[in-house]
Nanobody
């Protein structure tokens, strides 16, 4: 099974930027879609952004215009560039890989905290 490992989380002031990375132990082409989800305290996990093997992207309304998902197939890594961060972006961010054959795989999560 491919392992997904997130990094890049941390504490940032409102208006700042962070870039999250999700490194896969195998080929990210094992997945039809890679995505970033987040879960704030007391809330359900929600999709932030996703990218298909073909490069098509999808964003939550809250992420549009501020976040950018990208992938480096040679490095088997997916990124989430987050700009203009807001306190309400504070959450644990999870990397997800989905395939028709194996379903969902999740990373362990990385904490993002945005101070006001």
């Amino acid at each position: 099974q491919v392992q997904l490992v997130e990094s890049g989380g941390g504490l940032v002031q409102a208006g700042g930027s962070l870039r999250l990375s999700c490194a896969a132990s195998g080929s990210i082409f094992s997945y039809n879609t890679m995505g970033w989800y987040r879960q704030a305290p007391g809330k359900q996990r929600e999709l932030v952004a996703s990218i298909t093997n073909g490069g098509s992207t999808n964003y939550a309304d809250s992420a549009k215009g501020r976040f950018t998902i990208s992938r480096d197939n040679a490095k088997n890594t997916v990124y989430l560039q987050m700009n203009s961060l807001k306190p309400e972006d504070t959450a644990v961010f999870y990397c997800n890989g989905w395939s028709r054959l194996f379903g969902n795989h999740w990373g362990q999560g990385t904490q993002v905290t945005v101070s006001s």
